[in-house]
């Protein structure tokens, strides 16, 4: 019987803010680029499958004052045109470095030894916020024989460069516009967020900070930055005891996990469980007729079917059962994590289930 893990929530402890929620405005952005890895010991893109891949090496060439005479036939097996990816932390400046990841987008086999030439970090804007270049490092690697056999561990043509990107520009923020700091919490709880304002207040005064909704909690700061960070250095570190998560069954059916909150309850009901195992076993007979007959040797089939029907108690759960109690009557009855699935997906049918089911 494969193993059903059933975890359910402890009691909820106080956490800092800077855990629970973020500061509207204050977030990271997502750049992306395009360029040419070179060095490739033979791995790289086949130019007859990817004409980009020459194009963008002839317009690279003539910025150097090169030109490819036309009708040439290049086979660049040593470059791979790549996807290049990176993070721009709020608040970073020109001349700090971002670690890259870089992809190929072609049939190169492995960008493992190359470099990145020089590429443009892009943002939504279309501004250039930062520029990479510098050797990958890849984890994966590819092995293959004369014979076409081949071996491949991990993923090859993804590689990573880090402090591969200088930051080039600022992205604003409003964080020193002077306007009231916003905090957002991470998972939408309107008790959290009542809590987290109660707090503030509770140390700096009343009316400093109001929850806007189950999200928000607007707080009054000061206007010069300095004094801004300084105030939000305080505010981060204050701690929040979270509201508690509502009653949920979480089912995860590609893995047979089942999580189970602490507040899900059970009205009174009956469960019994079985299983109707079918068994068919198929024997041949072989029929010989008796000597100087005129008979035919044949082959007989002799079919074997068996019916196994488990026989489980029934078990009953009292009103306002708690979540040990449903773990322990199930486990008595020795339920599968798929028969379990069943079990609860019939609770919740029929109504008795108090909490909200979901499959992942």
Same mark, same amino acid.
């Given at each position: 019987?494969?193993?059903t =893990?059933?975890?359910?929530?402890?009691?909820?402890?106080?956490?800092r803010?800077?855990?629970?929620a973020?500061?509207?405005?204050?977030?990271s &952005?997502?750049?992306?680029g395009?360029?040419?890895?070179?060095?490739?010991?033979?791995?790289?893109?086949?130019?007859?499958?990817?004409?980009?891949?020459?194009?963008?090496?002839?317009?690279?060439?003539?910025q150097?004052? %090169?030109?490819?005479?036309?009708?040439?036939?290049? !086979?660049?097996? &040593?470059?791979?045109?790549?996807?290049?990816?990176? $993070?721009?932390?709020?608040?970073?400046k020109?001349?700090q470095? #971002? +670690?890259?990841t870089?992809?190929? @987008?072609? &049939?190169?086999?492995? #960008?493992?030894g190359?470099?990145?030439?020089?590429?443009?970090?892009?943002?939504?804007?279309?501004?250039?916020?930062?520029?990479? !270049?510098?050797?990958?490092?890849?984890?994966?690697?590819?092995?293959?024989?004369?014979?076409?056999?081949? @071996?491949t561990?991990?993923?090859?043509s993804?590689?990573?460069?880090?402090?591969?990107?200088?930051?080039?520009?600022?992205?604003?923020?409003?964080?020193?516009?002077g306007?009231?700091i916003?905090?957002?919490?991470?998972?939408a709880?309107?008790?959290?967020?009542?809590? #987290?304002?109660?707090?503030?207040? +509770?140390?700096?005064?009343?009316?400093?900070?109001?929850?806007?909704?189950?999200?928000?909690?607007?707080?009054?700061?000061?206007? $010069?930055?300095?004094?801004?960070?300084?105030?939000?250095?305080l505010?981060?570190?204050?701690?929040?005891?979270?509201?508690?998560?509502?009653?949920?069954?979480?089912?995860?059916?590609?893995?047979?996990?089942?999580?189970?909150? !602490?507040?899900?309850?059970?009205?009174?009901?009956?469960?019994?469980?079985?299983?109707?195992?079918?068994? %068919?076993?198929?024997?041949?007979?072989?029929?010989?007729?008796?000597?100087?007959?005129?008979?035919?040797?044949?082959?007989?089939?002799?079919?074997?079917?068996?019916? $196994?029907?488990? %026989?489980?108690p029934?078990?009953?759960?009292?009103?306002?059962?708690?979540?040990?109690?449903?773990?322990?009557?199930?486990?008595?009855?020795?339920?599968?994590?798929? $028969?379990?699935?069943?079990?609860?997906?019939? =609770?919740? !049918?029929?109504?008795?289930?108090?909490?909200d #089911?979901?499959?992942?």
């Amino acid at each position: 019987m494969a193993l059903t =893990l059933l975890v359910f929530c402890a009691e909820v402890s106080a956490e800092r803010i800077k855990d629970i929620a973020s500061v509207a405005g204050v977030r990271s &952005n997502q750049l992306i680029g395009y360029g040419l890895v070179v060095g490739l010991d033979g791995t790289g893109d086949q130019t007859t499958q990817s004409p980009f891949t020459t194009q963008s090496f002839n317009n690279m060439l003539k910025q150097f004052g %090169i030109t490819v005479p036309e009708g040439t036939r290049m !086979q660049m097996k &040593n470059v791979a045109a790549v996807m290049i990816q990176a $993070d721009l932390p709020a608040f970073s400046k020109p001349g700090q470095k #971002l +670690d890259v990841t870089v992809s190929s @987008i072609s &049939n190169a086999k492995s #960008l493992r030894g190359g470099s990145l030439l020089m590429s443009e970090l892009k943002g939504l804007d279309g501004k250039t916020y930062a520029v990479a !270049q510098g050797s990958l490092v890849v984890g994966g690697f590819g092995v293959e024989g004369g014979d076409g056999s081949n @071996i491949t561990v991990n993923v090859p043509s993804v590689g990573r460069i880090p402090g591969g990107a200088f930051v080039e520009r600022v992205v604003p923020n409003s964080f020193a516009n002077g306007q009231p700091i916003v905090f957002n919490l991470h998972q939408a709880d309107f008790t959290t967020a009542n809590r #987290l304002a109660t707090a503030i207040n +509770d140390m700096l005064g009343p009316d400093v900070a109001r929850p806007m909704d189950a999200v928000s909690v607007r707080v009054n700061a000061p206007v $010069d930055p300095a004094q801004r960070v300084d105030f939000l250095a305080l505010l981060e570190n204050i701690e929040v005891k979270p509201g508690e998560e509502p009653a949920r069954v979480v089912i995860n059916s590609r893995t047979g996990t089942i999580v189970v909150g !602490q507040h899900v309850r059970v009205s009174p009901v009956a469960i019994t469980h079985g299983s109707l195992t079918v068994s %068919i076993s198929e024997d041949f007979d072989v029929s010989q007729p008796a000597p100087f007959s005129q008979g035919q040797t044949v082959v007989t089939p002799d079919s074997n079917i068996e019916v $196994d029907e488990e %026989i489980n108690p029934m078990f009953k759960f009292a009103p306002g059962a708690t979540l040990e109690d449903i773990v322990k009557s199930v486990n008595n009855v020795g339920a599968s994590p798929a $028969d379990l699935m069943a079990i609860l997906e019939a =609770l919740k !049918q029929s109504g008795a289930l108090k909490a909200d #089911l979901m499959v992942i």
